[in-house]
């Protein structure tokens, strides 16, 4: 037994079977890679791969190179050559960036207004620190990748396998991989512990398919059973050269000269992982990034912000207005400098305007208005504020390290935490103004629960549905109460809920069935479940429990119920299955083995699986499950018993937003069975094109004139929460559109169950499932068809407006399946279906495929030009989650491709309450508050220059101290803006959650509109007046010391700077509306920094400080007129914004600024009732104007009794 | 809520403390429960409140109005004596080409001033000459000079940035280099208050700082004034820069146009109506860029010399808080938005008599 390690009933098993007859049906079906013969290909352009594998196969062919790719991968963006011009390449990619670069290097110049070295360190100082942050981000994905590369397998080297590390794999190794392991490559799979070398894989890493797929390998090369057989083994293999095509592989291997074909079927691709098999050997045929996943891991659409890119926008305006002042004062520098020699009379002739350099030259003074236009545009720069981006990005970080850490995001079960992935798009979470969600495994649980059945025409099953729920809290129904004590009476206690399994009726349950009438259908019924699936049995050694490995959850579910009613299925051979059964007659377990000759796959066009088993008696016996549609036709026509029963019950279930099935079976005669037989094997056999179509033909041959059992219902669980959490998005005022394969009857009953849909609203339904159209497929001129179905939808789309159009005060529901989708995305139709779609409350997509959803996401995200927001769980989602501007993936299990290509990922779908009204919230507010204020603190500063220049002719000479302007963003005031964007809170959690509305403020963008931030920059220039004026008026020329000394150029300036830093500083003290600690510390920190830096450069010797030496702790600090002139200023440059924020607040108040109202008022008396009643009347108000989402809420009574309190209602403030 | 089937659905507690003690156990990826994190730290939330508002702008205009008058009454109690003289020390026949007058160094320069005393002046009176429209702030004029040549002896030849006074016509470094030594003011006044000479105290004009460690004691002028052309005043090259003190006053550049510098300080009371006689010499040139020249005897207080601006400015703004204040609680008496109440957020309902 090579390799050893397993237990001793997996031996036997593996002995016993021969799983490949049991799939032969499933893996002939499987389509080939192209629909010419592949092989034809291999060896020209794109199939030039070729891999000697094993030590016989030394011969590489001349004419060809081997591929020598390595297994190591590198996520990394830099490495440590590259590193640092490919980061300064992406740093000056930025405008303003190099707009500071090129002023840097002009410092060097003398048209320098300052110092160079004062010049370049603030730019110095932001580049390394963006640099140390994207080393610091590339090193941990660099920690990643060593992580992944140095994980162990088991390579055959010298005779033996070996360990060896994963980076160390080449192309052409033979490895072994054990169970439970990740491939390490891309593998061509040669032989597994089975003896008929098949594997299972798990590729949830790849697609998010949570189902276990089959492998299988050549004939060939099955016989390899034990590590021994490599040493006399070689082969070539010739394939395709990499791509990222996951699902197609085409090549073939020669062994011993002869070459057999691969298919997709024998590769193993990386970051799968084998499941229920022991071990497996295979071939390395692609390493490292030509591997298919990495292949596909490799482009992910950078996403960048609205905010970002209207901050963009800002930032040309300030270049412009930079330019503009730069050009007036030129212009009057020009002519002051003219004017200073005329006929060789020099004017200010302290300036020496006869001996001059060309800068100040009198005789070409238009040059010389030239070059100090550049000038300007250097001294002028601190209208753009260099930290502007580093600090918008330390926030980011620091905000998606709050989005990561938030407790209330954390799932239990999965023990997964939110996570987002980008921090680039943390403010754009708050102004979402379309979901697009995905259904299964995002709004429900996709475990499906076994809950309902209808046999024999009798329905069983007690348990009430998500959707039942929700009905009866439509209605009111005083049964809620009841039905879930009724839920708790069905759960004894101690018991252990079974998971797959929500079954409860004791009519049928602890063995009861055999009392009841028709129990030889139960019997029946149960038996097929029990038997006609495709599912494998784990039997725990110790407890002897047994768990089931199903490709899909449904079947897992069927099995699941079976051994709960007492049809325990226990162990799959290689020809049949085995169960414990409960004997009717004797009462008593008895063990029955049936023999499966054959198994029909389920698959989308059949909509039905069949097995074939020949019981212990000797009976064949065909068992069959499927959609209702296609099994009713199916039915023995004289059997018609509970026939109409039983599709009542189907209809009921279907209502109750549950799957259902129909179970069926027939007995065969001894020669029906042989003559399908023969058919079904010569149909298998063949290899012509037609033979999928002969399969289907001889197995349509049998399952026909079955007779009913019954039929099954299993839940696809909601999700806990989503109802409510649909409710407070639609609160919120977002519009919420599902895009789901389900059929449409499942999706409107989700619909309505998750609150998305809700009586009295109208639906428009727009379908091609009408008769006329059907009638029309029959035909087969495909043109006409696809016209008429194009007329159809647009007509109907065409209707469906003018009934939005003539009602009024109607909420309205779209719900619009694939085929019409597929008319209605064409371009020359979407612009109205879009238009129909905005109209209305909920739009459902029902039976749409991954394309369409990512082409509707396009159409909202284009169309509407609001920001759109897709969730979804599964590889179907990938194309629109990327598509959208934000992408949400739902990591239930670890590491899926939907996460892969999200923005951010959480657990579950309930958890989009939070990150949006809360997160979102604060995000937006914070960036939008803290941009403004960037370019406020900036503006203030840099006219203030301005206005001195005005003074000083124009000449250029800055205001302040070299250093200490350079420092001015980088120390002064940064930390309380950074604090700001990091910790402030408009409104706290709680109240976020409370008054969803308030998220309003995001999608219409209210606090980053032009007017606010035109307003700020306004509010800029008028601080700025207000200090320079004040400060240059009130220490004009006179003495300012009692031992009457007067002001000079750094003294003043310094003392204008004092009042800037107080005045910016505080101005953030009363603009942060959460004010903790921290806000304190940096706030507060700041100004001190000013003085520590006065006080300390000021000592520094004056050969550096130059005229700044001693000028704090000699002359300013000494003398009171100093302090009562910052303390004036700065008092009075505040007062403008106080009083403007005191009526705002008062009377034209934005929403979060009432809601700040109305804690304040609570706080003081907490007056819970007006309370309640005030957030019921807020909550009412915002439904009715977004029309969805009432439906589920056990408060409609009471918002009703609301409602007529209500007389007058203004409308929303915010718009 | 949603207590659908037992079993499944149980995530999320909403209690962070209850999660917080299941995380010991197994969860962990499950994010450490602190204030920090949780983003619920302990904060104001201040808001404007009428209270708020109305007291802030009241207790702001209470401490700003006292100040004001203070400031302004230290400003009043100033005694300032302006005589312009530049216009008129030029002689009656030059009056139509004062810069003939100027630049002509055969023209005696001298010319006698004669001040009424308005008020009592107590001691230390400062004596300022004043200069107008001249560019002291102007960028080429503000980089003329290097720091390091005026402070240490060896590193005369250090004169970057002194262009055009950098160097003699052969070479040789000027010290002090630069066009800011160079146009040194050069009037100077002498005092009298009858037959009695006031001294004019010429020490300690200077910042502390400036004398001890920017101008060195070791540093002497050299080459100063030797070029063909003369800017300003002469410096005694025995007399080391730190000692210059009119120099080091003159080198802090002043930072508008208009600007007084310091002469000296004469320690002796004045009475009203007494007469100072000011023998000066009028030599500095402001007449090509029509600066002028003022002589300036003034008194201090706590607060500095004679400006009323600060003081009225500190009324201003304390009045127009108080009046805000006032304004505010007009409002809110007048239109009484009851602010956090129910009517407030667009909701017409019964009124909360409050």
């Known amino acids: 037994m090579a390799g050893g390690g397993g237990g001793d009933g997996r031996r036997r098993r593996r002995r016993k079977m021969q799983l490949s007859r049991l799939y032969s049906f499933a893996c002939g079906r499987r389509p080939s890679v192209a629909d010419d013969d592949p092989g034809s290909r291999i060896g020209g352009p794109g199939f030039s791969r070729v891999v000697n594998a094993g030590a016989l196969a030394q011969q590489p062919p001349p004419e060809q190179l081997l591929p020598t790719g390595s297994n190591s991968i590198s996520t990394t963006k830099y490495n440590v050559a590259t590193f640092l011009p490919k980061s300064l390449f992406e740093q000056f990619r930025r405008v303003a960036n190099v707009y500071f670069l090129i002023s840097a290097c002009l410092a060097y110049t003398k048209l320098a207004p300052y110092t160079s070295a004062s010049a370049i360190a603030p730019l110095v100082i932001v580049i390394v620190a963006t640099m140390v942050k994207e080393a610091v981000e590339d090193w941990r994905r660099n920690q990643q990748d060593t992580e992944v590369n140095n994980r162990r397998t088991k390579v055959f080297q010298d005779g033996a396998f070996q360990d060896a590390k994963w980076k160390d794999l080449r192309v052409g190794d033979i490895v072994k991989v054990e169970k439970d392991d990740f491939f390490p490559a891309d593998l061509v799979l040669l032989s597994s512990s089975y003896e008929d070398a098949v594997c299972y894989v798990e590729t949830m890493n790849l697609d998010g398919e949570t189902n276990l797929k089959l492998k299988q390998s050549l004939e060939v090369t099955s016989n390899l059973q034990d590590d021994e057989s490599f040493s006399s083994f070689g082969a070539v293999i010739r394939c395709e050269d990499p791509n990222a095509h996951l699902y197609s592989f085409v090549g073939n291997i020669e062994i011993e000269e002869q070459p057999h074909p691969l298919s997709p079927q024998q590769l193993l691709l990386r970051d799968s992982k084998l499941r229920n098999t022991e071990f497996v050997y295979g071939v390395v045929i692609f390493t490292g990034h030509d591997t298919k996943v990495m292949q596909n891991a490799m482009k992910v659409p950078s996403k960048r912000s609205n905010i970002e890119k209207k901050m963009d926008w800002i930032i040309y305006l300030l270049l412009s207005l930079l330019v503009l002042i730069s050009f007036i004062g030129s212009i009057f520098f020009g002519i002051a400098t003219r004017d200073d020699l005329r006929d060789g009379r020099t004017k200010r002739w302290y300036l020496r305007p006869d001996d001059t350099t060309i800068y100040f030259d009198p005789k070409k003074a238009a040059i010389s208005a030239v070059l100090h236009f550049l000038t300007a545009m250097m001294l002028y720069g601190y209208f753009i504020p260099i930290s502007l981006y580093i600090s918008i990005e330390i926030v980011k970080l620091l905000q998606a390290r709050f989005i990561n850490q938030d407790i209330h995001m954390y799932h239990e079960e999965t023990d997964t935490p939110a996570h987002a992935r980008t921090s680039n798009l943390n403010e754009e979470l708050g102004q979402v103004d379309t979901i697009l969600t995905d259904k299964t495994g995002t709004l429900t649980c996709n475990s499906m629960e076994f809950i309902k059945c209808s046999i024999a025409g009798t329905a069983y099953g007690r348990g009430i549905t998500a959707v039942e729920r929700a009905m009866a809290k439509r209605k009111g129904s005083p049964l809620i109460a009841d039905m879930d004590n009724g839920i708790e009476r069905f759960q004894p206690e101690g018991n252990i809920a079974v998971k797959g399994f929500n079954f409860m009726d004791e009519r049928v349950m602890n063995g009861n069935w055999v009392n009841q009438p028709h129990s030889n259908v139960i019997e029946m019924f149960f038996r097929l479940l029990a038997v006609c699936h495709t599912c494998i049995p784990e039997v725990d050694e110790e407890s002897g429990k047994i768990s089931y490995e199903a490709e899909s959850p449904d079947e897992a579910a069927f099995v699941v119920a079976a051994r709960e009613l007492g049809f325990t299925f226990y162990q799959r051979t290689q020809t049949g299955v085995s169960l414990h059964e409960l004997d009717p007659l004797s009462g008593k377990q008895v063990d029955r083995s049936y023999k499966i000759l054959h198994v029909l796959e389920f698959n989308s066009a059949r909509k039905r699986m069949s097995v074939i088993v020949k019981d212990e008696e000797g009976k064949t016996f065909l068992f069959s499950k499927g959609a209702d549609s296609v099994m009713f036709e199916r039915l023995s026509s004289s059997e018609g018993a509970y026939r109409q029963v039983t599709q009542q019950h189907i209809n009921e279930y279907a209502d109750a937003g549950l799957r259902t099935l129909v179970l069926a079976y027939r007995e065969l005669e001894e020669d029906e069975y042989a003559y399908f037989d023969r058919k079904f094997t010569a149909a298998k056999n063949s290899v012509s094109a037609d033979r999928d179509e002969k399969i289907e033909e001889a197995a349509d041959l049998l399952e026909r004139d079955l007779i009913l059992l019954g039929a099954t219902a299993v839940e696809d669980k909601l999700q806990k929460g989503v109802p409510e959490c649909i409710d407070k998005l639609a609160q919120a005022g977002i519009k919420i559109w599902v895009l789901t394969g389900d059929k449409m009857e499942t999706a409107i009953n989700i619909g309505y169950a998750c609150s998305l849909l809700r009586q009295g609203m109208k639906q428009i339904t727009i379908t091609l499932e009408t008769a006329d159209i059907i009638a029309l497929e029959k035909g087969s001129d495909k043109a006409a068809i696809t016209e008429a179905s194009k007329d159809n939808v647009v007509r109907q789309i065409n209707e469906g407006k003018k009934l939005i159009n003539a009602s009024v005060g109607e909420t309205f529901a779209l719900i619009i399946d694939g085929k019409s989708l597929t008319y209605a995305l064409e371009d020359d139709a979407k612009g109205i279906f879009l238009d129909l779609a905005i109209g209305c409350g909920s739009v459902i997509c029902c039976r749409s495929s991954p394309k369409q959803k990512a082409l509707v996401t396009r159409l909202v995200k284009t169309g509407t030009g609001k920001v759109t927001l897709a969730i979804g769980d599964g590889a179907n989602d990938v194309g629109m989650i990327q598509e959208a501007d934000i992408g949400v993936g739902i990591s239930g299990a670890e590491g899926m491709q939907a996460v892969m290509a999200s923005d951010v990922s959480i657990a579950q779908f309930r958890f989009l309450e939070r990150l949006l009204l809360v997160h979102g919230h604060w995000c937006y507010s914070r960036i939008s508050s803290m941009i403004c204020y960037f370019f406020y603190k900036n503006i203030t500063f840099g006219v203030t220059m301005f206005l001195y220049e005005a003074h000083t002719t124009f000449s250029g000479q800055a205001f302040y101290n070299d250093w200490a302007m350079a420092l001015y963003n980088v120390l002064f005031t940064s930390l309380p803006v950074i604090a700001m964007g990091v910790f402030d809170q408009d409104v706290s959690a709680r109240f976020c959650l409370k008054y969803p509305m308030l998220y309003q403020e995001g999608p219409q963008n209210l606090l980053f509109r032009w007017a606010r931030i035109l307003g700020w920059m306004l509010y800029g220039v008028a601080s700025a007046v207000i200090i320079f004026f004040l400060s240059a008026g009130s220490l004009q020329y006179q003495a300012f010391r009692k031992s009457g000394e007067v002001m000079d150029i750094e003294s003043l300036g310094a003392t204008a700077y004092t009042c800037v830093v107080w005045a910016v500083n505080a101005q953030m003290a009363i603009t942060v509306s959460y004010f903790t600690l921290i806000q304190h510390i940096c706030i507060w920190g700041g100004i001190a920094l000013w003085y520590v830096f006065l006080v300390a450069y000021g000592a520094i010797t004056p050969t550096f400080s130059t005229t700044f030496f001693m000028v704090f702790v000699d002359a300013l600090a000494g003398a009171p007129s100093y302090w009562v002139v910052t303390l004036l200023v700065s008092a009075a440059a505040l007062i403008p914004y106080f009083t403007y924020a005191a009526i705002k607040t008062w009377f034209f108040p934005d929403y979060h600024n009432k809601i700040q109202w109305l804690r304040h008022r609570d706080r003081g008396q907490p007056d819970s009732n007006a309370d309640l009643e005030f957030g019921q009347a807020l909550r009412q108000f915002s439904v009715r104007s977004t029309g969805v989402g009432v439906s589920a809420r056990r408060d409609a009574v009471e918002l009703v009794r609301l409602n007529t309190k209500v007389y007058h209602a203004d409308p929303p403030q915010l718009s | ?354």
């Open chain 2, 1 to 354: 809520m949603n207590s659908h089937a037992a079993g499944t659905s149980n995530g999320g507690s909403g209690d962070a403390g209850g999660a917080g003690a299941g995380a010991a156990r197994r969860n962990t990826r499950m994010p450490k429960y602190s204030k920090f994190t949780q983003q619920e730290l302990p904060a104001c939330k201040p808001i404007l409140t009428p209270k708020w508002v109305v007291s802030v702008f009241f207790i702001v205009g209470v401490i700003f109005v006292p100040i004001g008058v203070v400031s302004l009454l230290a400003a009043r109690d100033v005694v300032e004596i302006i005589d312009r003289y530049d216009e008129a020390c030029v002689p009656g026949n030059m009056t139509e080409n004062k810069l003939a007058y100027i630049q002509n160094s055969s023209i005696p320069k001298d010319c006698t001033r004669t001040l009424m005393v308005t008020k009592d002046m107590k001691q230390p009176i400062f004596v300022y000459y004043q200069l107008d429209n001249f560019y002291q702030n102007h960028r080429r004029y503000v980089k003329s000079r290097n720091d390091a040549q005026l402070r240490d002896p060896s590193k005369a030849n250090k004169t970057s940035a002194c262009e055009p006074e950098k160097t003699t016509a052969d070479g040789k470094p000027i010290v002090p280099c630069g066009l800011i030594a160079w146009s040194l003011f050069n009037d100077t006044y002498i005092f009298a208050r009858g037959n009695e000479n006031l001294t004019v105290d010429k020490k300690h004009i200077s910042w502390k700082s400036d004398r001890e460690h920017k101008f060195g004691k070791d540093v002497y002028p050299s080459n100063f004034q030797n070029g063909s052309l003369i800017g300003g005043a002469k410096l005694d090259p025995n007399i080391s820069l730190s000692e210059q003190e009119d120099l080091i006053v003159w080198m802090r550049t002043a930072a508008l146009p208009t600007f007084r510098k310091l002469y000296g300080r004469i320690y002796v009371d004045l009475k009203e109506n007494d007469n100072i006689t000011v023998r000066l010499s009028n030599n500095y040139n402001t007449y090509s860029f029509g600066g002028k020249k003022k002589l300036v005897l003034s008194t201090a207080t706590w607060l500095g010399g004679k400006n009323d601006f600060l003081g009225y400015t500190y009324l201003i703004v304390g009045g127009l808080c108080i009046f805000l204040a006032f304004a505010f609680t007009l409002l809110y008496f007048i239109k009484p938005r009851k602010l956090g109440d129910h009517n407030y957020l667009s909701w017409n309902r019964h009124p909360a008599g409050r």
